[in-house]
């Protein structure tokens, strides 16, 4: 397989990735809260940044 398809492949994959994974977060969160969880609202996880939903050790063992 060549570098630049594969460099292109993943910029065109990454954003819809990221976007899916942080709207999915933020649906846990929301649900929690209306269902009477203050933990994701408390943490400021009401929120569409991705950094926010994102964790390093959580990051770590996604990519190991």
């Known amino acids: 397989m060549d ?3 594969t460099i292109q492949q993943l910029i ?3 954003p819809p990735f990221l976007f899916a994974l942080t709207f999915h977060e933020l649906a ?7 269902l009477g969880d ?23 063992a996604f990519f190991l």
């Open 3 to 5: 570098l630049n398809h």
């Open 12 to 14: 065109i994959t990454a």
């Open 28 to 34: 846990h969160g929301y649900t929690a809260w209306k």
């Open 38 to 60: 203050p933990t994701a609202k408390d943490a400021g996880r009401l929120t569409m940044n991705p950094l926010k939903h994102l964790d390093p050790f959580g990051v770590l």
